[in-house]
């Protein structure tokens, strides 16, 4: 292939290709705006939808956000194994979800703002109890990010989170945490012709 088509075809290329994620992006844009209680696209409702909302605290409700103990956490404090994070704060943050008539979906959720984190102690079956008095409350900057998309074969899950924070006695408290989760239906191929038994 001569040089010159060579280049006009990948231009081409990519020129598709850039005009496909606008294209996207457009559509995300234009999600219908609705409160956080109204926010139903890819949470109750998984037939054709399309969603913007815009929030202001990690959880996007007056209440906490509220995690979970970490037992398996490395390099860690040890009240991180032990006890569960219990976050409050305020920022900015915008969540889109969409899904077409296939039924494919694409979702991303992005917070960024200033919050503090208490280490409560649990009961066995993970409930809250109260503060751990020997773990301080850290206040800083929390920056959280997940996205993902699904079709009828695929999904795919990406987050990223990060926090740095301060407690009143200068101790300081950071986490990044980065995880990828796909699943892909294995394809089997089925059994075609017909099964006879004879009697001799």
């Given at each position: 292939?001569?040089?010159?088509?060579?280049?006009?075809?990948?231009?081409a290329?990519?020129?598709?290709?850039?005009?496909?994620?606008?294209?996207?992006i457009?559509?995300?844009?234009?999600?219908?705006?609705?409160?956080?209680?109204?926010?139903?696209?890819?949470?109750?409702?998984?037939?054709?939808?399309?969603?913007?909302?815009?929030?202001?605290?990690?959880?996007?409700?007056?209440?906490?956000?509220?995690?979970?103990?970490?037992?398996?956490?490395?390099?860690?404090?040890?009240?991180?194994?032990?006890?569960?994070?219990?976050?409050?704060?305020?920022?900015?943050?915008?969540?889109?979800?969409?899904?077409?008539?296939?039924?494919?979906?694409?979702?991303?959720?992005?917070?960024?703002?200033?919050?503090?984190?208490?280490?409560?102690?649990v009961?066995?079956?993970?409930?809250?109890?109260?503060?751990?008095?020997?773990?301080?409350?850290?206040?800083?900057?929390?920056?959280t990010?997940?996205?993902?998309?699904?079709?009828?074969?695929?999904?795919?899950?990406?987050?990223?989170?990060?926090?740095?924070?301060?407690?009143a006695?200068?101790?300081?408290?950071?986490?990044?945490?980065?995880?990828?989760?796909?699943?892909?239906?294995?394809?089997?191929?089925?059994?075609?012709?017909?099964?006879?038994?004879?009697?001799?």
């Open positions: 292939m001569h040089a010159r088509l060579r280049g006009r075809l990948a231009a290329v990519v020129a598709a290709a850039l005009g496909a994620v606008l294209l996207a457009a559509q995300v844009a234009s999600a219908a705006p609705v409160s956080p209680q109204a926010f139903t696209c890819g949470v109750t409702v998984f037939t054709a939808c399309n969603q913007t909302v815009h929030f202001s605290t990690p959880s996007g409700t007056p209440a906490p956000e509220v995690g979970a103990p970490s037992p398996q956490a490395v390099g860690c404090p040890a009240w991180v194994a032990v006890d569960a994070p219990v976050i409050q704060g305020a920022g900015n943050g915008v969540e889109h979800a969409i899904i077409n008539n296939a039924g494919d979906g694409l979702f991303t959720s992005t917070f960024t703002g200033t919050v503090t984190i208490v280490a409560y102690t009961d066995s079956s993970g409930n809250l109890i109260a503060p751990d008095p020997n773990v301080p409350p850290y206040t800083g900057h929390l920056q990010w997940f996205g993902g998309s699904m079709n009828n074969k695929n999904f795919i899950d990406h987050d990223t989170i990060n926090f740095s924070g301060t407690a006695d200068g101790t300081t408290f950071s986490v990044h945490l980065v995880d990828h989760l796909s699943t892909t239906r294995t394809w089997r191929p089925r059994r075609t012709g017909s099964t006879s038994a004879s009697a001799y």
